[in-house]
């Protein structure tokens, strides 16, 4: 491997308190000779003296922007709207290649400043495979928050916790009303966070994946209490919901969690809102009477930081450690790539080296 530098920001969203890299990950990435810069951060879950006993050098918040050239800027969440011209080489969560909003914005911006994105949504194997992903931790959480809400012991704003108290809060107590679960995706990596979620509660849910999606029953989905999504649709399929379902006078459905979240994406498979909830109003009704609430956030994982955070830097090391622009890193090339040549940019100008 080349000597890398990387520099790992500040997150821009507030309730985001998860980091890509552990301090335990960040002291083997020093010692392998990677110069690693992290930037001060009073949210992320580990305090910056733990980089700094890692062998790692301290910089302020936000300082990316002026970090040398060669530096790989790593981060989880989207970046503030400043600077209008992206420059480096960045890493994250991008969700710029399914037109969602935003998506062509944030494009131009790298065009602008000649730098490259590397979408760790597209840091994949040779069959595709995700190698790098927070899926288990979403679908426990969708799953418990739906359990909760459900239940109507769902409190705001949300806070982070431990997957110890959470399971606890979980743990069925005497009168606690049974009810009906349903999964779908239940066999991807969220779908198995959200089954252990119900399972926790004592609720055995129902489980749908490829096989029960291909010709829907809705009339089955309806039936249920409570439904969650996990399904990461990569091509247009029918609708799991539509708003005349919402209206049926059979659907006992009241309480819905779409851990996806590919909310104005041509891909959504539950296109019945136009907006994502977040941690301080958690729950949105779609439907007064009968009731049906929606819980729609984008950074579950968050609200178990130190887990998710652990789990997710363990997957990342590797490949971090066999930086390039081949193998995985050469998926995410070839896929800004085509994303740029798909919104008519310059891709001879990219900083991908």
């Known amino acids: 491997m080349t000597e890398l530098h990387l520099w790992l920001r500040h997150e821009a969203r507030t309730t985001e308190r998860r980091t890509p ?6 002291r083997r990435l020093v010692e392998s000779g990677v110069t690693l810069t992290v930037e001060e951060s009073p949210q992320r879950v580990f305090p910056n003296q733990e980089y700094e006993a890692a062998g790692c050098r301290v910089a302020p918040a936000g300082s990316w922007v002026s970090a040398p050239r060669d530096a790989v800027v790593l981060g989880l969440k989207e970046l503030p709207a400043e600077p209008a011209e992206l420059t480096h080489r960045h890493i994250f969560f991008g969700h710029a290649y399914k037109g969602q909003p935003g998506a062509g914005d944030l494009l131009r911006r790298f065009a602008a400043g000649g730098g490259t994105l590397f979408d760790l949504e597209y840091l994949v194997d040779d069959t595709g495979r995700r190698l790098a992903a927070f899926g288990f931790w979403a679908g426990y ?3 418990a928050l739906a359990v909760l809400q459900h239940r109507g012991q769902l409190r705001a704003p949300l806070v982070p916790t431990t997957k110890e108290d959470l399971d606890e809060t979980l743990r069925p107590a005497p009168g606690d009303a049974a009810f009906t679960g349903l999964v779908i995706g239940a066999l991807g990596r969220s779908g198995r966070g959200a089954r252990t979620a119900f399972a926790a509660a004592g609720v055995d849910p129902t489980c749908w994946d490829l096989d029960e999606t291909r010709d829907l029953d809705r009339a089955a989905l309806l039936r249920h209490d409570v439904m969650v999504n996990a399904v990461l649709a990569t091509s247009p399929v029918p609708p799991f ?3 005349q379902d919402l209206d049926s006078p059979d659907r ?3 309480t819905l969690c779409d851990v996806t979240c590919d909310v104005g994406s041509p891909l959504n498979v539950l296109p019945v809102y136009d907006d994502t909830t977040d941690w301080d109003e958690p729950v949105r009704r779609l439907r007064k009477e009968p009731p049906l609430d929606l819980i729609a956030i984008d950074n579950l994982p968050s609200l178990l930081p130190l887990e998710s955070s652990a789990d ?8 971090l450690l066999d930086f390039g622009v081949t193998g995985p890193w050469g998926h995410c090339l070839d896929r800004f790539r085509q994303a740029t040549r798909e919104h008519g940019l310059d891709e001879g100008k990219f900083h991908d080296q």
């Open 21 to 26: 890299i552990v301090p335990d990950d960040a």
């Open 312 to 319: 997710f830097s363990a997957a990342l090391l590797p490949h």
């Open 241 to 243: 919901l539509r708003e």
């Open 252 to 254: 006992r459905l009241r």
């Open 141 to 143: 959480l969708g799953a």
